[in-house]
């Protein structure tokens, strides 16, 4: 069973909940070579998310945004402020969405349904780019 792995910097972004399924897939071309496998996709950041949801309509991405600050708002009596009103509510929601994402593989593509991708959930106003390591093993074609 081969293996393969990279680091992909995805470039910074505004807070948001973004679509990087093709910046991921750019990276790991190697997924063609597998009949059957996984990829697994794990965010180096405490304070940014990945998520996989509906990559086709754009206000998806904005309710996500609305949903998930009235779920975590700013206005909380946080202790952790050392970085800004923003720092620690960016926690919470990255706790809550997850730090990876696993993808099944089938015949050399994920196996994802029709409608969906992989987000980078950015829940920092003025964040730097952010470090996915990107892994997939399987059954070579």
């Given at each position: 069973?081969?293996?393969?792995q990279?680091?992909v910097?995805?470039a910074?972004?505004?807070?948001?909940?973004?679509l990087?399924?093709?910046?991921?897939?750019?990276a790991?071309p190697e997924?063609?070579?597998?009949?059957?496998?996984?990829?697994?996709v794990?965010?180096q950041?405490?304070?940014a998310s990945l998520?996989?949801n509906e990559?086709?309509?754009?206000?998806?991405?904005?309710?996500?945004?609305?949903a998930m600050n009235?779920?975590?708002?700013?206005?909380?009596p946080?202790?952790h402020t050392?970085?800004?009103?923003?720092?620690?509510?960016?926690?919470v929601?990255?706790?809550m969405?997850?730090?990876?994402?696993s993808?099944?593989?089938?015949n050399?593509?994920?196996?994802?349904?029709?409608w969906?991708?992989i987000?980078l959930?950015?829940?920092?106003?003025?964040a730097?780019?952010?470090?996915?390591?990107?892994t997939?093993?399987?059954?070579a074609?």
């Amino acid at each position: 069973m081969p293996w393969f792995q990279t680091t992909v910097r995805l470039a910074a972004r505004r807070r948001g909940f973004h679509l990087v399924t093709d910046e991921i897939l750019a990276a790991i071309p190697e997924i063609e070579s597998l009949s059957v496998g996984l990829l697994h996709v794990f965010i180096q950041h405490t304070s940014a998310s990945l998520t996989i949801n509906e990559d086709a309509d754009p206000d998806v991405r904005v309710d996500f945004e609305t949903a998930m600050n009235h779920a975590v708002p700013e206005s909380l009596p946080y202790v952790h402020t050392m970085e800004g009103p923003d720092d620690m509510p960016a926690h919470v929601k990255a706790s809550m969405m997850g730090s990876s994402v696993s993808i099944p593989i089938a015949n050399g593509r994920l196996a994802t349904g029709t409608w969906q991708g992989i987000y980078l959930c950015e829940h920092r106003n003025r964040a730097g780019s952010r470090s996915v390591v990107v892994t997939a093993w399987g059954e070579a074609r």
